[in-house]
T-cell receptor
Framework: AQKVTQAQTEISVVEKEDVTLDCVYE???????LFWYKQPPSGELVFLIR??????QNEISGRYSWNFQKSTSSFNFTITASQVVDSAVYFC??????????FGPGTSLSVIP | EADIYQTPRYLVIGTGKKITLECSQT?????MYWYQQDPGMELHLIHY???????EKGDLSSESTVSRIRTEHFPLTLESARPSHTSQYLC??????????FGQGTRLTVV
């Protein structure tokens, strides 16, 4: 079965705090891709990052960083020094050999000024 | 990056009407998807296509139907709209196993 779990439904932080969004996935495939998307209040889905199952290197892009650990089936997302513009719903997603892209339930992040 | 166009952006329609939500792309991506999403909530896959003349039902049962006669078009049709169909419908494309790119969505309200 393919499944993505985001246990945190809602998170509130004060501006400039660091915040980590958790993502745990399930798949029996050996080849798969993981993604993070941002959905601001305007509603469009913005692609943030892709990671394939053979690449466990962590990645940093500005204030964003991602930690992929196959041993725990996790692909967590950290925002450093959060800003009000980071307020959005963040989705973790799994792409498998069956060609579906399955999304987690999302984590709503509110950054309070 | 894919260019994906969804029309209309907003639609308010009466119960029992037939509607077609349009989705078109200009990048020639082989895979296309329709997701249904209530505001801020989970995305549910309702239809997908691997290519021309291929369509599959997604994980969430839907009364809608789709067609893929041309690579660039993936319209979704509801024969008889009901208030329970009120939602946002998101179209996406994907090339190979890469990330999916999304259109801006159609917000459907059935009154």
């Amino acid at each position: 079965a393919q499944k993505v779990t985001q246990a945190q439904t809602e998170i509130s932080v004060v501006e400039k705090e660091d915040v980590t969004l958790d993502c745990v996935y399930e798949t029996r495939d050996t080849t798969y891709y993981l993604f993070w998307y941002k959905q601001p209040p305007s509603g469009e889905l913005v692609f943030l990052i892709r990671r394939n199952s053979f690449d466990e290197q962590n990645e940093i892009s500005g204030r964003y960083s991602w930690n992929f650990q196959k041993s725990t089936s996790s692909f967590n997302f950290t925002i450093t020094a959060s800003q009000v513009v980071d307020s959005a719903v963040y989705f973790c997603a799994l792409g498998t050999s069956y060609d579906k892209v399955i999304f987690g339930p999302g984590t709503s992040l509110s950054v309070i000024p | 990056e894919a260019d994906i166009y969804q029309t209309p952006r907003y639609l308010v329609i009466g119960t029992g009407k037939k509607i077609t939500l349009e989705c078109s792309q200009t990048m020639g991506h082989d895979k296309m998807y329709w997701y249904q999403q209530d505001p801020g909530m989970e995305l549910h896959l309702i239809h997908y296509s691997y290519g021309v003349n291929s369509t599959e039902k997604g994980d969430l049962s839907s009364e809608s139907t789709v067609s893929r006669i041309r690579t660039e078009h993936f319209p979704l049709t509801l024969e008889s709209a009901r208030p329970s169909h009120t939602s946002q419908y998101l179209c996406a494309t994907r090339q190979g196993l890469n990330e999916a790119f999304f259109g801006q969505g159609t917000r459907l309200t059935v009154v």
